[in-house]
């Protein structure tokens, strides 16, 4: 079976979508880079393999990335899925795993790429908004998209429900996208692109309802 090791670093909701939906994957550990995020206690209790590993104990971000590359590797993992983790990870890390990494961000990529997504898509006036899964290159929310989920951006919008409702789409995209690597379904066009083979137009986008939360 296909092997994973989660990354986190706060809630870990998207983590618990992962590890609840039984996408084929085996979870075999989640390493967050801070020791007191609540998602290590629920994964801990669902009897996964944790590892906290405090980036504030490195001297610098070269020697917390090998320290997570080591935790990593004691694994044997297949795949790294990053889920709300809040580290830049640097350019040395990435490439020692490459097409293996894979992030979801806030935000209909290329758009909003970085930091608080919501409320610059706000401030855009965007209408359409989202979530994107990806894999990792070294340029920042830049990797070759695998799914995305689009929500509408309504009028009185804030940036908590804007937020609300991204996430729950997020919830439904992160274990899509990971069962399509459990099958073997996604294949690389070129570094940049990645298409997900037998998945119609339904497939790999959702466009959610106007009234989910
Ligand atoms: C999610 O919105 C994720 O896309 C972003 O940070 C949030 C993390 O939430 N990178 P959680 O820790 O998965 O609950």
Redesign the pocket.
């Known amino acids: 079976m296909t092997t994973a090791v989660i990354l986190?670093?706060?809630?870990?909701?998207?983590?618990r979508a992962l590890v609840e939906s039984k996408p084929g994957i085996d979870f075999t550990g989640v390493v967050s880079n801070r020791p007191d995020a609540a998602?290590l206690a629920w994964a801990a209790q669902q009897g996964l393999a944790t590892r906290a590993l405090d980036h504030k104990a490195f001297a610098s971000r070269e020697s917390f990335d090998a320290a997570l590359a080591a935790q990593i590797d004691s694994f044997r993992p297949d795949y790294i899925f990053l889920?709300?983790?809040?580290r830049i990870l640097t350019e040395g890390f990435i490439r020692r795993f490459p097409r293996r990494l894979v992030n979801?961000?806030?935000s209909l990529l290329p758009c909003f790429t970085g930091l608080h997504t919501h409320r610059r898509a706000i401030e855009a006036g965007v209408k359409l908004h989202g979530?994107t899964v990806h894999f990792v290159t070294p340029e920042l929310d830049h990797g070759p998209i695998l799914a995305q989920a689009a929500v509408p951006v309504l009028a009185d919008d804030t940036e908590d429900s804007l937020?609300a409702r991204?996430?729950a789409q997020?919830h439904r995209l992160y274990p899509q996208a990971a069962r399509w690597i459990a099958e073997g379904r996604v294949r690389f066009i070129s570094d940049d692109v990645v298409r997900v083979e037998g998945s119609g137009v339904e497939g790999d986008w959702i466009l959610s309802p106007r009234d989910s939360p």
């Open positions: 986190i670093s706060g809630r870990g909701s998207n983590m998602g889920a709300g983790f809040m979801i961000h806030p979530a937020a991204v996430l997020e």
